[in-house]
């Protein structure tokens, strides 16, 4: 059955086997109150200075800081919060929950055309995708690119496995196939320093 069209972000979904079991989600991270994109659940984000921010592009050469999850932020002319989405900007910087355990797993649709099974192993770029939910939970668009697949060691992502499950998403020779990937260009994965 051909898969449909369906984005959501890198939801977390466990760990690499061997590694410990940590669902706790690291809250050491800000975003800069003046960040006027809105930010969902799912989203690669990246360092800047002093803050973190929503990684774009392509993705092939960011390392990555962890996966948008919340944030605690204070609303303008509101009380503090927490939210599952930046809502892009507020009247105080915010304390954003990210997963960044370097042997995380997530699962992620492909951008258009299939991650074949001999994908398993390489290295993944992304895409930002197109749009995004802020309905609910409010879920992001981005997505893994296929065209992006390398044995190099710069992409952020590397493929794991094929998505195990069945229906939507489990036909690996059609178009919009979900991979579960792990961290590969990732700040606590890096032998250099991120600035």
Known sequence: MANTQAQFGFKHIGFISGAGVDYQLNSQY???????????????????????????????????????QGVDY???GGIPTFNSVW???????????????????FLVASLLTAVPVTAIG?????STGAGGTTIGA??????VDQATLTTGSSAPFQVYSMFPGI?????????YNWVVVTFNNQRFKQLTGVA
């Open 30 to 68: 800000q975003i800069q109150s003046s960040v006027a994109t809105v930010i969902l659940q799912g989203t690669p984000m990246i360092k800047s200075g002093q803050y973190i921010i929503p990684a774009t592009g392509t993705g092939n050469l960011t390392t990555i800081v962890g996966i948008f």
């Open 74 to 76: 204070t609303p303008v």
């Open 87 to 105: 809502p892009g900007a507020a009247a105080a910087d915010g304390k954003a929950h990210l997963i960044d355990a370097p042997n995380a797993l």
């Open 122 to 126: 390489q290295n993944i770029g992304f």
């Open 138 to 143: 409010g879920f992001a668009s981005y997505v």
């Open 167 to 175: 229906g939507n998403g489990s036909d690996t020779t059609t178009s």
